[in-house]
């Protein structure tokens, strides 16, 4: 079936102005002024984007997709997510984690996840590993999973500042990263590492003194969390200046903003007008992952869970509330996690891209539509397409 998206104003996620878009397949075909298919000799379905933008798909890029937690004991293990549950918050491509538990969630779980969710009708990668160093990987090492399974293109998240992580040494972060590095480059893949970042006062400092000591870019790393309070935020702007990624998690609740969590639409505000550059910047959901907290013992005290629709709430708020420029705010979620984790085909509106996009509302950027590989999944703000067992 060819689509073609007519009168929205299009967001590549730069603002190119109204443009029409044809997709033939799963793929954009074109994109350009009044663009006409004849019906006679194709099925044409046509979608009016008047009054409305339509931008590139979002990309998730941690994500518990099979589940997470467990901090509090058996029951608080968060369940699966369901496709419908993506697909509400406008993101067409997610990255799968496993998190604290990497004993009763494997890898051949994770990536199982990750095919049904591709036969459902979204894009899924994983990352290999979870919390613990030495990593728990499928084939037995880090670099023959990311040269021989497709579905995985990274290591994580592996915890640091953290007491529930494995204390892991600098040299074990080192080789865990040199691994990563060679398996990327042997694949073409990113083999970026996804470092969770705790409560620790030691915050960044590992990763600065690899990049210090070693032949290791900041590159390698894609640290999550970073806003989860205030000194680790002023870190994260610190260690973005010279040139790393920083990923803000937009899942929460109310108790860890109190105290003193920073809120993703406002610190996102505060990193652009404190010149950290728009491209060393994400946004994840850490969707189906638990929120746990803990007393000043590492005592469990607390639970929530996150919510992959987070991602496009906070978004949105950056752009209404605090006045982030829509090119800048849609970067987050789409070029940005797309150039980092070397998804090609991903997070941009252009001839021969991914059929991936999102029409939001033009006055309440509320999300109307989402097309995932070229297929409708919402549509008038509700799923048409659901998971196998929703």
């Known amino acids: 079936m060819i689509k073609?998206?007519?009168?929205?104003?299009?967001?590549?996620?730069?603002?190119?102005?109204?443009?029409?878009?044809?997709?033939?397949?799963?793929?954009?075909?074109?994109?350009?002024?009044?663009?006409?298919?004849?019906?006679?000799f194709v099925d044409v379905e046509v979608?009016?984007?008047?009054?409305?933008?339509?931008?590139?798909?979002?990309?998730?890029?941690?994500?518990h997709i099979m589940g997470g937690g467990g901090e509090g004991g058996f029951r608080t293990r968060t369940p699966?997510?369901?496709?419908?549950?993506?697909?509400?918050?406008?993101?067409?491509?997610?990255?799968?984690?496993?998190?604290?538990?990497?004993?009763?969630?494997?890898?051949?779980?994770?990536?199982?996840?990750?095919?049904?969710l591709e036969e459902e009708g979204i894009t899924c990668f994983v990352h290999t590993g979870s919390y613990q160093v030495p990593v728990k990987t499928l084939t037995g090492s880090i670099e023959k999973d990311l040269i021989l399974i497709d579905r995985i293109i990274g290591v994580g998240e592996v915890a640091i500042s953290d007491h529930r992580s494995s204390q892991p040494t600098i040299q074990e972060l080192t080789r865990l990263s040199s691994e990563a590095r060679v398996g990327g480059i042997l694949s073409g893949k990113a083999g970026i590492v996804n470092f969770h970042i705790g409560d620790s006062p030691s915050k960044l400092t590992m990763l600065e003194k690899i990049t210090e000591t070693t032949d290791i870019p900041f590159s390698q790393f894609h640290p999550t969390h970073v806003n989860r309070n205030r000194g680790l935020?002023?870190?994260?702007?610190?260690?973005?200046?010279?040139?790393?990624?920083?990923?803000?998690?937009?899942?929460?609740?109310?108790?860890?903003?109190?105290?003193?969590?920073?809120k993703c639409s406002k610190g996102l505000k505060e990193m652009l007008e404190k010149g950290v550059p728009i491209e060393q910047i994400t946004f994840t959901s850490d969707g189906n992952g638990s929120l746990p907290e803990f007393d000043e013992q590492g005592n469990f005290i607390g639970l929530g869970i996150g919510q992959v629709t987070s991602l496009f709430v906070e978004v949105r708020e950056a752009i209404k509330d605090e006045n982030v420029p829509m090119?800048?705010?849609?970067?987050?979620?789409?070029?940005?996690?797309?150039?980092?984790?070397?998804?090609?085909?991903?997070?941009?509106?252009?001839?021969?891209?991914?059929a991936d996009l999102v029409i939001l509302e033009e006055e309440t950027l509320e999300i109307d539509t989402v097309i995932a590989m070229g297929q409708v999944m919402v549509q008038n703000k509700q799923p048409l397409v659901k998971g196998t067992f929703e």
Do not use: C, W
């Open 4 to 40: 073609l998206i007519q009168n929205g104003t299009v967001y590549t996620p730069e603002r190119i102005g109204q443009k029409d878009i044809l997709i033939t397949d799963k793929r954009i075909a074109y994109v350009g002024d009044s663009l006409e298919v004849p019906h006679d």
């Open 47 to 63: 979608i009016d984007a008047s009054g409305k933008y339509v931008v590139p798909g979002f990309i998730d890029s941690h994500v």
């Open 80 to 116: 699966e997510l369901m496709l419908s549950e993506i697909t509400q918050g406008g993101v067409t491509t997610v990255i799968g984690v496993i998190g604290t538990d990497g004993t009763t969630r494997t890898m051949s779980a994770l990536v199982a996840k990750a095919k049904a």
């Open 233 to 262: 935020f002023d870190a994260a702007i610190l260690y973005a200046k010279k040139g790393g990624y920083v990923d803000f998690t937009t899942s929460t609740i109310q108790r860890f903003l109190d105290h003193g969590e920073v």
């Open 327 to 354: 090119e800048d705010a849609l970067q987050v979620i789409t070029a940005n996690p797309a150039r980092v984790l070397k998804l090609e085909q991903k997070g941009i509106i252009e001839k021969g891209y991914d």
